[in-house]
């Protein structure tokens, strides 16, 4: 349940048609990518909910994303910088995840 909401969360604020908030301090934004796409991906290494494919699901995810962005939504625009937050995000998440697997006692997920 936990990682649906994450990835409702992730949907709305990319997909939204204008920016959800503006940015309070340089580079907000791109902390803003890295968790909306690690949180999912953290959940799912941790719970080992499917995280390979949670895993894949958000690294194509995060190009397309940006290019639905640019193209689709008028006042929105995409930022190859945006994704490489995106990518950011989810490898932290993976290493966070594994060693949180780790932490409660479980094996975490093999890749």
Partial sequence: MLLLAAVAVQLWSVYAPVSPAQPTFAGEDKIAHALLFGVPVAIAWAARLRPRLVTALMVLHAPVSELVQHYLLP?????????????????????????????????????
Wanted: charged share 25%.
């Fill in 75 to 111: 006042h929105r625009s995409g930022d190859p910088r945006d994704v490489v937050a995106d990518l950011i995000g989810v490898l932290v998440a993976v290493l966070v995840g594994r060693t949180g697997a780790r932490l409660v006692g479980r094996e975490p997920a093999r890749w």
